[in-house]
């Protein structure tokens, strides 16, 4: 850890001044475009159970009581001259689910418009250092924040998770074609300050697992809280739509079961012949997922994957509704295995098409008819009704489903949790 974080920042330095001197001439006016919302205000005080600190150019967002080290932590970068409380709603979303995340300032820039590139890598280094034991981080960059995320990301320093880069033109000079973790690069439609052939010389500086999120009608302004932005285009969205959208691309990032091989062998000891599912792996899962539950649509969905149940994360979600309404098979495969646990109650194990991934439904009131052990199961098919049996509150009947990327032939029940949320979502 320490070695990466020295290496970088001797060699990031120059990178990061270039990049950010680019963005002196717009700079008066997007100075006063970069003023926060009101949301954005409120969010960036400690309210909800979140401690909000400003310290040393650093924005802290804290669940208060104890957040679980387990869980990725968020360091988001912001746009040049953008005052960084434009990030706070994002910052404090993440905190509410447990996240550490920290907002790092641009220290102030020098006279020719570079930023003072060793204020910002003391910044940076005394973040990761605070978070080298956390279960790693996502680093995100807005705009010409961008450049920042990209030249750490350049170094993959152990606790790396993710990389998500936002109505930004970066990586631009910068090659992070080899960068071992999932990598999302979000762009609006109708971004006025981030051309789309610099988004394609963009994605072609990104390894070929990125994905480039386009949001439809989006614009530049519209990512953050803040202003319209000099120069941008009309959104033909919604702001609001927008930053729902930006944010739960990224909250979905937090939650990925992948992070660095160099971080998963010292900090999370991954079990003994288990490995992670791959972004290309959870892209065909979702192609073909279907919510579990009869009646339930996406929007009644809520992400309670991370949150904490006793000793543990939850690592599953909870689906909210009558009881004896069908709980369906949420993919093609097979049963694994009809259990009665007592926690999860009458569960099923159930394994997809591709012989990956268990997926368990729990709390059941009742088996459908003529399920048994190893038989085929067709998406969409009953396979139960939704109770409260095991541990459920009695008047709260729901499904508990969980995901797991594991190796089913071998074993029925052991895996790595992967969040169903963003794959139903
Ligand atoms: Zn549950």
Not at 154 to 160: I, N, S
Not at 257 to 260: A, R
Not at 390 to 394: D, I
């Given at each position: 850890m320490q070695e990466a974080i020295e290496g970088w920042k001797r060699a990031g330095i120059a990178t990061a001044a270039i990049a950010v001197s680019?963005?002196?001439?717009?700079a008066v006016w997007a100075q006063v475009a970069g003023r926060p919302s009101e949301e954005a205000r409120g969010a960036a005080v400690s309210s909800g159970g979140v401690s909000v600190n400003r310290d040393a150019g650093v924005w802290h967002f804290t669940r208060q009581g104890a957040a679980p080290d387990s869980l990725r932590s968020l360091i988001i970068f912001p746009a040049g001259r953008v005052d960084p409380r434009s990030y706070a709603p994002l910052a404090h979303a993440a905190a509410r689910r447990g996240h550490r995340a920290y907002i790092i300032e641009s220290p102030r820039r020098t006279l020719f418009g570079g930023v003072k590139a060793e204020g910002l890598n003391l910044r940076i280094a005394r973040v990761l250092q605070a978070n080298a034991r956390a279960g790693g981080w996502l680093l995100v960059g807005y705009g010409g924040g961008g450049a920042s995320a990209s030249t750490l990301a350049?170094?993959?320093?152990?606790?790396?998770a993710g990389v998500v880069l936002i109505g930004s033109e970066h990586p631009r000079d910068i090659d992070l074609s080899s960068v071992p973790v999932p990598v999302a690069l979000i762009a609006g439609t109708r971004d006025g300050l981030t051309r789309t052939d610099d988004i394609a010389k963009a994605q072609a500086r990104l390894p070929s697992h990125a994905r480039l999120i386009w949001i439809e009608g989006?614009?530049?302004?519209?990512?953050?809280?803040?202003g319209y932005r000099p120069g941008d285009r009309t959104a033909s969205i919604a702001g609001a739509d927008q930053r729902t959208q930006t944010t739960n691309a990224v909250l979905a990032m937090l939650l990925t079961?992948?992070?660095?091989p160099a971080f998963a062998a010292t900090e999370v000891a991954t079990p003994a012949g288990l490995t992670s599912a791959t972004q290309q792996e959870l892209a065909e899962l979702r192609s073909r997922i279907v919510i579990p539950v009869r009646g339930i649509v996406r929007t009644d969905l809520r992400d309670t994957f991370a949150e904490p149940r006793g000793q543990r994360l939850h690592e599953a979600i909870d689906i909210l509704a009558p009881r004896g309404t069908p709980v369906l098979a949420a993919t093609d495969g097979r049963v694994l295995k009809l259990f009665d646990s007592k926690a999860g109650g009458l569960m099923v194990y159930a394994t997809d098409m591709s012989e990956r991934f268990i997926l368990l439904y729990g709390h059941l009131d009742d088996y459908a008819d003529?399920?048994?052990?190893g038989m085929q199961l067709e998406r969409g098919q009953v396979i139960g009704y939704v109770g409260t049996t095991?541990?459920?509150?009695?008047g709260t009947p729901h499904l508990h489903f969980g995901i797991l990327r594991g190796q089913p032939a071998a074993s029925w029940s052991r895996g790595i949790a992967v969040n169903p949320y963003p794959l139903l979502f």
């Open positions: 680019s963005c002196l001439a717009v350049a170094f993959a320093p152990a606790g790396m989006g614009n530049h302004s519209q990512f953050a809280w803040h079961s992948t992070s660095l003529g399920i048994s052990d095991g541990n459920a509150p009695p």
